[in-house]
């Protein structure tokens, strides 16, 4: 097994598609697209990599106890935490939800992001 884990930002393989939870859609009907690249549940790993994209709209985020770095590759979102101002992220643009964090997570135009999320 190699410790070197290249991953791919246009994968070649089908992701997993899905939609938000009914409780967590603010506004539209987002479809999001997983290419999940490194992870193995049933080894127990708590460190997940690959490639997430969503369509247009408007989502409740909740971290809980995951801790989440995001690199976007292409598009452009708007996360507002409660209580606090919006923030805008475009193509090259990295970020972390930590931890606890809450908001909203609002796709303007179809992002592609990279992703690391440590359970």
């Known amino acids: 097994m190699s410790l070197l884990k290249t991953i791919d ?3 070649p393989f089908a992701p997993r598609e ?3 939870m009914p409780d967590r859609l603010i506004a539209g009907a987002p479809a999001f697209k997983t290419w999940a690249q490194d992870a193995d549940a049933a080894k127990g790993d708590t460190v997940r990599t690959g490639v997430w994209e969503a369509t247009p709209g408007e989502t409740r985020s909740i ?3 995951t801790f989440e770095f995001c690199h976007i590759l292409s598009g452009i979102v708007e996360i507002t ?3 606090g101002e919006p ?3 475009r193509a090259g643009d990295s970020f972390v939800l930590k931890p606890g964090f809450t908001g909203v997570w609002k796709t303007i135009e ?3 992001k990279i992703y690391v999320i440590i359970d």
Do not use: M, W
Request: aromatic fraction near 6%; avoid cysteine; charged fraction near 20%.
């Open 9 to 11: 930002t246009a994968p």
């Open 63 to 65: 971290k809980g106890e």
């Open 110 to 112: 179809t992002v592609r």
């Open 18 to 20: 899905s939609t938000p």
């Open 81 to 83: 935490p409660d209580a």
């Open 87 to 89: 923030v805008v992220y």
